[in-house]
């Protein structure tokens, strides 16, 4: 981020009452960002960040044409500055592994975006991940442990 540039956010997701969601969510919590573009699906989302160069990506997985994984992949090879948040209505405990594959720096649960999608954008903008609850014991760097409950 160069001196007192706007962050610059492309928002993707097949749903207009989404994308109008997140914009919104984003024009109250943070009026100086600049909500750089739109794009429907994962095709359109690789065309915008050559066009627009967005400082954050946030891109919904379940979409026609390709999945936000697969754009996410993509893109992380195309161009490397871009951080990518993945954003979903499906939580398993397979996401963050699938997450960090597609090189992603981390996700928001849709039904939890009121309350993380700023932090989390702010997290990735500082160089940060984001994975899911925000930053708790264990969740920083490295592959996602499996903690066994020892008594």
Do not use: C
């Amino acid at each position: 981020m160069g001196g007192g540039m706007r962050p610059r956010i492309l928002i993707v997701d097949d749903h207009e009452i989404v994308r109008e969601g997140v914009r919104g969510l984003i024009r109250r919590a943070r009026p100086d960002w600049e909500i750089s573009g739109e794009a429907i699906n994962g095709q359109d989302a690789i065309e915008a960040v050559k066009k627009l160069h967005p400082d954050v990506v946030v891109l919904d997985i379940t979409m026609p044409v390709m999945s936000g994984l697969e754009a996410s992949a993509l893109i992380a090879k195309m161009d490397p500055r871009p951080r990518i948040l993945i954003f979903t209505m499906h939580e398993s405990d397979r996401l963050p592994a699938e997450v960090r594959q597609a090189k992603a720096q981390g996700y928001v649960l849709k039904s939890q975006a009121a309350r993380n999608l700023i932090r989390a954008i702010e997290e990735l903008l500082r160089g940060g991940e984001f994975f899911g609850r925000g930053p708790n014991p264990g969740s920083l760097g490295g592959p996602p442990v499996k903690v066994s409950m020892i008594s």
